[in-house]
């Protein structure tokens, strides 16, 4: 079993590293006060930084890799002091001269993961100039076995197909969409991989807007703990889900109990009955 906590975080013009400090303090201290030992915050919540001029003038993306370390100080902290796994939502990496849209697990011993994002959307490729990552990852947690897969990423099932194959049997994906398309088209893929899958999905957004930086002046979002549809679980295949573009955090437990046992007698079991004999298996 374990416990979940999802941010819809609110996006809104700040002045100082210190406030976005402060908000994302306020977002642990309230999952902490739930007992949650997973919080997930959203895709680009560090564009909030973006908001701060520099020297009088408007912020680009490319200032935002300058704010790394304080990222990582902020949220190591953070983890070692609440002892909860911290998923910092994404921040833009520059590594070889080139930006990556990265996914980070802190962990409360102070350990960093990273997960670049593997699949970028024509805006990032267009407009910031973003470099798909290269490698996936899972990682082992006490608790259980997780993957970060960001937004645009859960639209491909052979990438969810893979991190399932390593072990994964949750699921995160922070996200960050700006209307109503891009957010049911990511919300409706979470739920049909944990269908595919028999796995959980945690998924959330931004809400909010910065109406001084580009690209992120309309925000639509909302958080959901989903699971496989079959007996066991809701019917909807939803634990929890927040109010759309309220600012907010959303709890829910995860059965990993329910989940193998699903698995093995479901009323469906979709990742044993694959049909590897006319398409390929991941090896």
Known sequence: MLR???????????????????????????????DAQFVLFPEFITTQLLSIPINGKQATIHDLPAYKEQYYELFTTLAKQTNMYLIGGTHVIAQNN???NVAHLFTPDGTIHTQAKLHITPTEVNEWGISPGEDVHVWETEQGTIALLTCYDIEFPEIVRIVRAKGADV????????????????????????????????????????????????NFGQAAIITPN?????????????????????????????????????????WRDRRIDLYPDWK
């Open 230 to 270: 079959d007996i066991p679980f809701p019917p909807r295949g939803i634990l929890a889900e927040g109010e759309i573009n309220d600012d907010m955090v959303v709890v829910a437990d995860l059965n990993l109990s329910l989940l193998y046992n699903v698995r093995e007698k479901g009323s469906v079991t979709t």
């Open 98 to 100: 080139k930006l990556y």
């Open 4 to 34: 979940v906590c999802a941010v819809q975080y609110h996006l809104h013009t700040i002045t100082s590293f210190e406030q976005f400090a402060e908000q994302v303090t306020h977002y642990v201290k309230t999952a902490q006060e739930f």
């Open 171 to 218: 699921i995160f994906c922070p996200s960050c969409t700006d209307d109503r398309h891009g957010f049911y088209r990511v919300r409706y893929c979470c739920h049909a991989r944990a269908v595919e899958n028999q796995v959980y999905v945690v998924t959330t957004g931004t809400v909010g807007s910065l109406p001084t930086v580009d690209f992120m002046r309309a």
